[in-house]
């Protein structure tokens, strides 16, 4: 393994991650953004969940390249979106440091002013669409459609009972771009109709579809539970489920996405859209993070490792696997390099471009990451991680131990010191940690660094 030095902790590395200029890629391309919520790493058949089948999102695997070894920004929702819609370190803005932002807070959100994945794709000529959740600001100065987004059908909250819509804090949250939209449909289902109305659409541009379903995240009800929920006509909670009806959500997740690439291909674009698949942190209560230790809201592998899929065909080769490393933010950057798309300069890109990986036309390469809650420290350079869980230290080596059982500070002191270090620089360019009182209050105008 090589030596990791601080300049490579420092993200330095990342400003080399640039594709090779002799790569060649169509242009323009579509692209399909699906997220999963709360969707642990061996949720999918494809990475082995034994209880059930995905077979529409095992065959976007088969059809391009399936990651080992990709991460979320964050342990839970709202900071690992943020990074995603800014292609920066969560931790840089106020709204990134909600562990996660609460449904009744109106006071934090993501600037309208920082530039954004949508902002920037839609100002190089592409239509940008987001259907599903968005968990970035509950208030209307914090709307998605605030954000370059063109049109918006979906909740703007952590969560909502998927037959009522209530959210965490009894409010209504289904809207049809700023309108509040009545329904008793299923979410999962909503939100697939809504894009295939999408897909269909006669257009002269690309576009950018961000599917961001909120399933498998609870409440953890099945199409078939409607009768109860209405009845219950409760607001969105963490009571009830069970490993049946986890797999139920899941499978309904599945064929949607079935749905959806059926009227792709029936919209003559299959071969010139690029199709991404993964989820903003690891799973909870029903979910399966095996090999990892613990699950969502927790910088172990098990709160941040999850599935990640990439599918365009014709120029990502069939049925490969890759153990690059990666993490949310990268997809923003292997999008907007892709689409042609150039990134604000002011607020410069701190992902990595993975395409030329994908293809095949660039070697895996080493990279150092970081994570920060509000209780746990954590970096991954090559294969060691730092972790720090309250006043105790780890450092665990990923390729022999990927669930973490092995502590080896004391027999690598040196590589230890030099995690510990790494980790330190990079958290002195970050917000501090809000006080334990304020975390899910309000803040100050967002900050950022």
């Known amino acids: 393994m090589q030596n990791i030095n601080r300049r490579e902790f420092l993200g330095a590395a990342a400003a080399g991650m640039a594709l090779p200029q002799a790569l060649s890629l169509p ?34 695997a088969d059809e391009g390249i399936r990651l080992t070894d990709n991460y979320a920004n964050a342990d839970v929702c709202t900071p690992t979106r943020v990074a995603y819609h800014t292609g920066r370190y969560q931790q840089r803005l106020q709204i990134g440091l909600q562990q996660p932002l609460g449904d009744g807070n109106n006071q934090i959100g993501l600037s309208p002013e920082h530039p954004t994945l949508p902002s920037l794709l ?64 299923y979410l999962t289902d909503l939100f697939t109709d809504r894009g295939i109305r999408f897909l269909r659409k006669s257009r002269t541009r690309p576009f950018y579809l961000g599917m961001q379903y909120n399933a498998p995240h609870w409440p953890w009800q099945r199409p078939e539970d409607k009768e109860a929920a209405l009845k219950a006509d409760g607001r969105a909670g963490v009571a009830g489920g069970s490993e049946e009806v986890f797999g139920a959500m899941m499978k309904s997740m599945d064929s949607g996405i079935g749905r959806l690439l059926q009227a792709l291909r029936d ?8 199709i991404i698949f993964t989820s903003d ?27 990640a899929i990439a599918r365009w065909s014709g120029v990502i080769p069939p049925r490969k696997t890759s153990d690059q490393a990666a993490i949310t ?7 907007l390099k892709t689409t042609g798309t150039s990134a604000d300069a002011k607020y410069p890109l701190e992902g990595a471009d993975l395409m030329g990986v994908f293809t095949g036309q660039r070697p895996v390469f080493e990279r150092t990451l970081f994570w920060r809650n509000n209780q746990h420290d954590a970096s991954r350079a090559g294969n060691w ?15 022999t131990d990927p669930g973490e059982k092995t502590d080896l500070r004391e027999k690598q002191p040196a590589v230890f010191a030099r995690m510990k270090a790494g980790y ?8 501090p940690r809000p006080a334990a009182g304020a975390r899910r209050g309000a803040a100050p105008a967002d900050g950022q660094q």
């Open 27 to 60: 242009t323009r391309p579509n692209v399909i953004w699906i997220l999963a919520d709360d969707l642990g790493y061996g949720d999918l058949s494809c990475y082995g969940r034994p209880d059930y089948k995905t077979p529409v999102i095992d065959s976007l």
């Open 122 to 185: 839609k100002a190089n000529g592409y239509e940008t669409c987001l259907i599903g959740k968005w968990h970035c600001g509950n208030a209307p100065q914090f709307h998605p459609l605030k954000h370059g987004y063109g049109e918006f059908f979906g909740i703007v909250g952590s969560s909502g009972d998927y037959f009522t819509h209530r959210n965490t804090a009894g409010n209504k949250d289904l809207f049809e771009g700023e309108k509040a939209v009545e329904s008793d449909e």
């Open 267 to 274: 919209s003559g674009q299959e071969r010139n859209t690029l």
């Open 281 to 307: 942190n690891g799973g909870e209560r029903y979910s399966r993070n095996w090999p990892f230790s613990f699950r969502k809201g927790s910088c172990w592998e098990g709160g941040i490792r999850v599935p």
């Open 329 to 335: 933010m990268d997809w923003t950057a292997t999008i």
């Open 385 to 399: 991680k730092y972790l720090r869980e309250s006043n105790t230290e780890h450092l665990f080596d990923l390729a």
């Open 424 to 431: 330190d620089a990079w958290n002195e360019q970050m917000l």
